[in-house]
């Protein structure tokens, strides 16, 4: 049977051509939700992978989301809201009963149903985890302990570890008996009897290893692991830097309790820069599935800083009212300085954020970065300052104008891209996310730097004040 993409139904496939679900078939599910053919929705949802599970929940209404959950019953995959918007997955788990979802719980690996768990409020999680098996229980519970953002939260507890006396031969059959395995692994760990991590043994040097030679004569004895208590950003880091598929998550004590892979690695690098950019946008942890309540929420604290720095902008310019009053073209002229800065403070912003995020800013680098965004605001302002001091001069038959322009903008392109670095290192070494306010004080200081600049210069070289 076709699955994914290939999936369909008899007049029409899950998805079109360009990737989109189709809306034929959305309605014919749909018109089975309405008329409660339990028997029709499970059989075109049967054959669909996870992630397209959860893509028809976010295309259905909430009313129809409960629905087909409610449908499948038993057959509904609950890996499937791990790939919806946060409060779609609130959403529907807060409709189930809590023995449902600990039943769909316990089909999960340990990561997909801490994901599930974590958000739930503190007596639901407690009545889902009693009614799972002792040992399952323990496992989530013991993930659920460790802080939120971490490695421990995002780490699988299920891995092959065997002492470094065993042979290949030994590991094998190990392997072939026990039922207990993990589905998917890329190494296995070579451990003392404190689960202490000795070296580790990727598959396809075990595979190419005759049966007699002991684990611990090829096993690496060097090798990379991630603290449980680490963010869950510094360990995508390391699969970064070490070019890893999967590593060992240990606690405080160093003993080995879960392993990392890299598809759970994919989702925290997209998670992060999702996150970053949002910041960046004042917009918080919004997805496109929030209510309007929500979103107005989300979004009204940064528009409320925003109007301050607005107030300050307009208070700088209310400072030179006579200034402007005297030559009209002073007003028409005041923004293309004030947007030049802002798009030159952003550019550097943006470059230093994601640096830092990155961590590729460190030690002396600091400094270099500096004069090299000075020096490139020196040579953009000298760049643009001529171009705009050509346009205006021409536009108004006024050389003088233009060289004041030209002036304002060389300032202004200069405090663009060192206060686009500065505000940024800043932030970080005051423990602020520079991703949240960066953009408001570097756009209030190009704006104030601008107008300030431009008005003033005005009024000292045609003698306005």
Known sequence: MATGPEAGMDDGAFRTAEG???????ERLRAYLEAGRDEDVALVM?????????????QLEPAERIALVVMLGDRFDYSALTEVDESIRLEIMEALPNADIARGVAELSNDDAVFLLEDLEPEDQHEILS??????????KRSLDFPEDSAGRRM????????????????????????????????????????TVLGTLPLD??????RSVKIDTIMNTTFVLVK?????????RSFERYDLVEVGVVDESGRLVGVLTID???????????????????VGDEDVSDTTVDTVKSRAPWLAVNLVTAVLVSYVIGLFNATIEQMVALAVLMPIVASMGGNAGAQTMTVTVRALATREIEGGRVRRLIRREMVVGIFNGAIFAILIGLITWLRFTNAGLGVVIGLAMIINMIVAGTFGILIPLTLDKLKADPAIASAVFVTTVTDVVGFFAFLGIAGLWFGLF
């Open 20 to 26: 989109r679900i189709s809306l034929l078939w959305l």
């Open 46 to 58: 049967e054959p669909l992978h996870s992630a397209d599970i959860g893509d028809v929940l976010e």
């Open 131 to 140: 009614a799972l098996p002792t040992f399952e229980r323990l496992k989530l």
């Open 156 to 195: 699988q507890t299920d891995f092959i570890a065997i002492p470094p006396f065993w042979t290949v031969g030994q590991t094998i059959d190990y392997l072939r008996a026990e039922q207990d395995l993990p589905e998917e692994f890329y190494q296995i760990y070579v451990v003392d009897a404190g689960y």
């Open 205 to 210: 040097k075990f595979l190419r290893t005759p």
């Open 228 to 236: 449980a208590e680490e963010d869950q950003e510094e360990a995508a």
């Open 264 to 282: 759970d690695i994919v989702d925290v690098i997209q998670e992060e820069a999702e996150e970053d950019i949002r910041l960046m946008a004042g």
